[in-house]
């Protein structure tokens, strides 16, 4: 409660900022198109304008302050602006009965969010049995875990539409090369996660073992495994939000045809900024989703195996 | 076919080494431990090489490790530009921004239990905002120079290092806290003496992760513009020159510098967290 | 010095309650407790776990409220004797802090109550002394073995002027020997000093070698069942345990638990 | 059927119009062939895509595909839809530009990735440097879209007359507030928009019987999108699985380049090769390629298919 | 039952060395350790921390391999006796598995070693019953007093059939009171069973009441200063503790004890 509240005043304390953040940003392209229109602006001439101060600009043609918060193509669009267009492209899709029409951003959260999870599954898998490997095998640990971090030092960007290449060539395409992507940024959060977690047991732990003689698999599925779920389960939590920015990186170069990246990519280029702003914050509100999904998860798994208190 | 078994047998080989080095009795020395990832990469990169050779796989595909290592060599002057460019004037520059802004945030929703109620899911959530969205606006607002990397790599570093630096100047235990308590010390007091140690290891945490984003982000905005230097403005263009020789020499670049950036940075942690259980040993 | 009569009330507990409000419900952490303390006592707390001894020293300290009753430190509330730096408080475990060495560790007190440098390293080299830790002022705490820096964290207590020292179970991890020896010390360091000391341990022995009033405990709620004052000697030598009286206040305080004692 | 994979260079628009319409009209059905369009994106290379075997053929610029057989990669012009170059200038007019000597010491923004040949050699002919100072341009690596010209960051930008110019103008800047140069009119056009496939491919019969269809029912596509640009701008919004493009936007694309393909029945023109490659060589410091290519294009497809 | 005598040796350890190997150079944590242990032996350690008590008791385990000397279990190597699983081991704190509830914590063991679900269920009950437990088997550790969870500890080593009981300091953290009262469970246990128990402990009193050997250590290098057979019978109620041959005990070992601290 004390939370919820907190949440919304600086909410709205945002919002106000950002409303009163539209006028210096817009102001220059609002007299712009104000003078086009026959206005009188002060000064004359957009490169006049150009070196100005944006605030001077506003005091100086208060009459277009209004204007700020309604552009067309804003440098920054107002909260209302995104809002609406987050709802014309979903609840309101929903209401005409056509939610999975390609102006909705149902339908290419969906498409993303299907290369997501399956990336999601894929990196998660992997990280598990890299983690797996590198406990239980010394050389795998002392080989491994450096160029893992190596990696993540290069920009996946910039690997993205060579995967899709090399991908393209075996003939893989459609969903597969993007969740590939994806689970290139989540495998890494899941291994460094849970190589701590299965090593989180302390000597005590495992000399009780010993003094029962249990095999290593025994020793893995009784103590190893029940003491990583905590850390498992932040891991994921970080690793699902990078599927998720996997996924939308990986659409770029796939021809954007459908998905959240293709809506900030198509965005872009028409210079429509209220279509990216309300695709990121649908990008924004999907990871927040699946997180949140992965919180109650693992809520009830620590509450089933008696680890929360 | 020859170089594809030659290739497996090196793979074999150079783990066969490894599992030797890392099970032998020296295994625990500084030698052996930089050594075992130096084979293990060095194998990598033989496997690379006879495996393109071997399947004949097009240069405007996969180009050798041999053929990225002679452009490197040839393009050293290039290459050192665009560091200058990405890594030193955005990305760096970014980082230090980004983390100290970071910082100070962290300390005041430190003393007020409500800015950090409010702050920290509004954080979390703009923290998910893909930076793919993120860095075309940025670089709307800020220009084509490296201002506009750096602000993208401020909003990629700040949230990792804000969460971090909260979680971490939580992270003394009651009785630590108590202690200060009987000693009547003010809050600044315990703010040097007590929290912020007690909040360093986390703080390292945080900045080790953003050294990564700090460089991704800076190379990832050059993509959606920039002036004609730098490392992401040269990957772009040399796709499209289908110079995939030098794709990989800025990414040899990018991974040599980002793990430097990231060595350094757990230097740094090492010498400054001596203590804590983790760097003991 | 050994039968000055000091009447002088340092600490006074009246119908003292505690509650701790938890997920399941209510706990009564204290329930009205009543007691004095004068000035230059050595009063121990015994009773088994969860009875509220420790809650009990940290009321006294300023670091929990109570919900009910009063208590005063010298004629003031604990929160403005703890502003005036009173108190000399040793926890359970050393709480050391790792990333100070134990020369600084002893001197942090110091640092916060703005001693001058001069002094800070007097006052560091008599406490070292003291607690016989002189040439491990370098080391770190985890470089120490669990006694070593139980000493070193009472002589973290010890290095500023309080009046009153708190020590929750300060020997409990130390083998018999050391305690012995620490026990010793402690009494020593009493008798110069005139402190008021609050000492909580689970050793009946210890209890009744060291203390001049000892208060029993008893759990479900926490109350105090016993205060027993004691007739022994302030000069103690350690073959003093041998004597009847000894003997005898050891089974009283013994009795006193048991009775207090319903399960577990 | 024969199944051919043709990799775009851009997203799904009205540049592509004439491919949309083959497929959608059955044109190419009627070739026996099934044509598979795989649209492009803003860092995918089609030639590394054709050399990787993921598409049997592609749309290039020629600037691009001349760089990569150079690196090896044995590209060959089978047929060039396009005559001419929609690629240009546009500047406002309120920085004084009038004429390109007007450039010095003003910024530009350029487009990469390959694009940037002709831009460098008509720089140099004009003897202005590219590296920025008072007596040279300030290039800027653009990306794609419009906004450096519109919040003033470079005096001007690159356009396609087809695309981003629409962009300016829509957008509420008149014609009359820019200035705007075409590199047809200045000399420096390179050839945009042709079809190329991999030499050794080209060897086998049954593969240049199936770019013979195919180049055959794409040129009646672009023929019939030409003649019908209102029903071809709509069936490629169909086929814009994005949902980013509008209707009117798409239209007049369509009308533009209507003017680009006319005057071009498939086949290349010698000249017009001779005149990208001269453009090419004449470029600055670090060229596209060094020597004239040999073997780049071919009539025999369009020879078969025309006939 | 009482006075069987049994002369088997199940644990001989001859001429032991071992020394751990460190950042600051070799530690010698037993030098030249002569041991045997009989059938049905309570065998005490007792000694300042650090004199390699804990090691001791690993090395018969197989928990940590001698660096010189030879010890054999049952006349094979300690491994040997580990693969048939004739330890049951009680650590210094209770480890118990937070994410287990108490009856799958102490059915933990019978699982690996492939009891039968009835077998399991039977042998819970039985040692619920016998560290009277009963009635808390769905309840996790974090619910327990710390004597609770150390009771079921104790009876986790005792669900499975080993010989060999050995409890490192498994009643450190208890008040007096609990620990009486499990020390006399303990006792009665070893009666009944007749198993062979080795036993560290920090406290001179509970030594003397359980063994019928006490080992007293020293530390720097860690060795074996004295052996002290007890002739103290089996039957033996609390009340023995005031009994003189009791506090003659008591007191050689005091003595022995004094002897090794040298320092700290
Ligand atoms: N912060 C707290 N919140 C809720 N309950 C608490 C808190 N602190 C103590 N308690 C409860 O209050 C009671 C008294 O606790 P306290 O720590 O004072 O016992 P103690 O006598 O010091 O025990 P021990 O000998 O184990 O240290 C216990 O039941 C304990 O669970
Ligand atoms: N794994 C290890 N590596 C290095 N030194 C060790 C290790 N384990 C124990 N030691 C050292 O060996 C010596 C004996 O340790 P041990 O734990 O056996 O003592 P202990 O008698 O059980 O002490 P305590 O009463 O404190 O439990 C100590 O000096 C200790 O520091
Ligand atoms: C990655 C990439 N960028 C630009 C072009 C050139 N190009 C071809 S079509 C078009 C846009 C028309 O609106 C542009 C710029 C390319 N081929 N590939
Ligand atoms: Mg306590
Ligand atoms: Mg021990």
Redesign the pocket.
């Known amino acids: 409660m004390k939370t919820l509240i907190a949440v919304l005043t600086v909410l709205a304390v945002i919002i106000a900022f950002w409303y009163a953040a539209c006028l210096p940003m817009n102001i220059k392209g609002v007299l712009t198109q104000a003078e086009r229109a026959g206005a009188e602006v002060v000064p004359v001439g957009a490169k006049e304008r150009r070196d100005l101060g944006e605030i001077g600009l506003v005091l100086g043609n208060q009459f277009a302050i209004a204007a700020t918060w309604s552009q067309d193509r804003p440098r920054l669009p107002a909260p209302h602006q995104v809002a609406v267009e987050l709802w014309k492209t979903t609840g309101a899709m929903v209401l005409k009965g056509k939610p999975m029409s390609k102006r909705s951003l149902i339908f290419h959260g969906w498409v993303t969010l299907s290369a997501t999870l399956l990336g999601f599954a894929m990196g998660t898998g992997l990280g598990i049995l890299l983690a797996v490997g590198i406990v239980h095998s010394k050389v795998m640990d002392m080989s491994v875990m450096p160029w893992a971090i190596v990696s993540q030092t290069i920009p996946i960007i910039a690997l993205a539409p060579m995967i899709i290449v090399v991908l393209y060539s075996v003939g893989v395409q459609g969903i597969l090369p993007k969740a590939i992507i994806s689970a290139y940024l989540s495998f890494f959060p899941v291994v460094v996660g849970m190589v701590k977690g299965l090593r989180s047991p302390d000597a005590m732990q495992l000399d009780l073992l010993r003094t029962y003689n249990a095999s290593a698999n025994q020793g893995f599925w009784a103590l190893r495994l029940p003491a990583s779920m905590p850390y498992l389960f932040t891991s994921l939590k970080i690793g699902i939000a990078a599927s998720l920015v996997g996924a939308i990186v990986g659409e770029l170069p796939t021809g954007a045809v459908a998905g959240l990246g293709a809506r900030l990519l198509g965005g872009s280029y028409y210079g429509q900024t209220v279509q990216i702003w309300s695709a990121l914050f649908a990008a924004a509100i999907l990871a927040a989703c699946l997180v949140a999904l992965l919180g109650v998860i693992e809520r009830v798994v620590l509450k089933r195996m008696g680890m929360s208190a | 076919m020859m170089l594809v078994i030659l290739a497996a047998l090196v793979w074999c080989g150079g783990w066969w080494v490894n599992a030797r080095l890392a099970n032998g009795p020296q295994s625990d020395s500084r030698g052996v431990q930089l050594l075992v990832p130096v084979i293990f990469g060095v194998t990598l990169l033989l496997v690379w090489q006879l495996l393109v050779k071997g399947l004949q796989i097009p240069m405007v595909i996969l180009p050798s490790p041999v053929d990225i290592a002679v452009a490197f060599g040839a393009n050293l002057s290039k290459l050192w530009q665009d560091f200058l460019q990405t890594f030193v004037k955005g990305a760096l520059s970014g980082y230090v921004m980004g983390c100290s802004a970071a910082f100070l945030m962290a300390i005041v929703m430190d003393r007020s239990d409500f800015l950090r109620r409010g702050l920290l899911p509004v954080g979390n959530f703009v923290a998910a905002l893909p930076i793919v969205g993120t860095a075309p606006i940025l670089v709307m607002w800020f220009g084509f120079d490296w201002h506009s990397k750096a602000a993208v790599v401020v909003v990629m570093v700040f949230f990792p290092v804000l969460v971090n630096t909260v979680a971490g100047l939580r992270e003394t235990s009651a009785m630590q806290r108590d202690l200060m308590q009987t000693y009547a010390a003010s809050y600044w007091q315990s703010f040097f003496k007590l929290r912020l140690p007690a909040a360093l290891p986390f703080v390292f945490n945080g900045l080790k992760i953003s050294t990564t984003l700090a460089l991704v982000g800076a190379i990832v905005a050059e993509f959606f513009g920039s002036p004609t230097v730098g490392m992401g403005f040269r990957i772009s263009t040399s796709v499209?020159k289908l110079s995939l020789d030098m794709v990989w020499a800025e990414i040899v670049v990018a991974a040599l510098a980002g793990s430097m950036f990231y060595g350094a940075v757990a230097m740094v942690e090492k010498i400054l967290t001596f203590w804590h259980p983790s760097q003991r040993g | 010095m050994t039968t000055e009569t000091t009447t002088q009330a340092v600490i006074e507990a009246r119908n003292l309650d505690l509650v701790f409000q938890t997920n399941d419900g209510p706990v009564q952490a204290l329930r009205d407790v009543n007691l004095t303390i004068n000035k230059g006592d050595f009063v121990s707390f015994i009773g088994p776990s969860g009875c509220g001894k420790t809650t009990f020293l940290r009321v006294m300290a300023a670091l929990e409220q109570p919900t009910g009753g009063e208590i005063t430190v010298n004629g003031m509330t604990p929160d403005e004797a703890r502003r005036q730096r009173a108190y000399g408080y040793v926890f359970q475990a050393s709480g050391l802090y790792p990333w100070r060495n134990i020369a600084r560790n002893i001197k942090l007190p110091l640092e916060i109550m703005g001693y001058t440098k001069a002094e800070r390293e007097k006052r560091l080299n008599e406490v070292l002394e003291l607690v016989e830790l002189s040439g491990f002022e370098g080391k770190y705490p985890w470089q120490l073995s669990g006694g070593m820096q139980q000493r070193a964290s009472i002589a973290r207590a010890l290095a500023f002027d309080a009046d009153i020292l708190l020590m929750d179970e300060p020997f409990g991890a130390l083998d018999e020997i050391v305690r012995d020896h620490l026990n010793e010390q402690l009494l020593k360091l009493w008798a110069r000093t005139n402190k008021t000391i609050g000492f909580v341990t689970h050793s009946i022995p210890e209890a009744v070698y060291l203390s001049t009033k000892i208060v029993v405990m008893s759990p479900r709620p926490g109350r105090i069942t016993d205060v027993i004052e004691s007739p022994l000697p302030k000069e103690r030598p350690l073959d003093i345990r041998d004597s009847p009286e000894f003997i005898e206040i050891a089974h009283r305080v013994r009795e006193g638990l048991r009775a207090g004692h319903g399960d577990d | 059927a024969d199944e051919v994979r043709l990799q775009l260079?851009?997203v799904t628009?009205a540049?592509f119009a004439g491919y949309y319409v083959a497929l959608d009209k059955g044109f190419y059905g009627e070739e026996d062939l099934d044509v598979s369009i795989l649209p492009?994106?803003?860092?995918?290379?089609p030639p590394q895509v054709l050399a990787g075997g993921g598409a049997d053929v592609m749309l290039?610029?020629m600037p691009?595909a001349l760089a990569a057989r150079e690196k090896g990669l044995p590209l060959v012009n089978i047929a060039q839809p396009f005559k001419s170059s929609g690629l240009m200038l546009t500047c406002w007019k309120d920085t004084g530009i009038t004429s390109p000597a007007d450039f010095k010491g003003k910024t530009i923004g350029v487009?990469f990735?390959g694009?940037e040949y002709p831009f460098l050699s008509w720089m140099s002919k004009e003897g202005i440097s590219t590296d920025g100072g008072p007596d040279g341009v300030t290039v800027l690596k653009q990306g794609?879209n419009v906004d450096p010209l519109l919040q003033r960051q470079a005096d001007c930008i690159s356009t396609?007359t087809?695309?981003?110019y629409g962009q300016v103008l829509d957008s509420g800047v008149s014609e009359d507030e820019l200035v705007t140069f075409k590199y047809e009119d200045m000399g420096v056009a390179t050839l945009e928009d042709g079809i190329y496939a991999l030499e050794d491919k080209l060897e086998d019969p049954k593969f240049q019987d199936k770019m013979v269809r195919f180049v055959r029912a794409s040129m009646k596509g672009w023929k019939y999108a030409e003649a019908n640009p209102g029903e071809a701008a709509d069936i490629v919004l169909e086929n814009d699985a994005s949902g980013a493009q509008t209707e009117a936007h798409q239209q007049r694309m369509m009308v533009e380049i209507a003017k680009l393909t006319a005057g071009s029945n498939g086949t290349l023109d010698p000249a017009d090769f001779d005149r990208t490659v001269a453009t090419l060589l004449g470029g600055g410091s670090d060229p596209v390629i060094t020597k004239t290519p040999e073997g780049a294009w071919t009539h025999i497809i369009t020879d078969a298919a025309l006939k």
């Open positions: 499209g | 260079q851009w628009q540049q492009g994106g803003p860092d995918i290379a290039n610029w691009s487009w990735f694009n794609f396609m087809y695309n981003e």
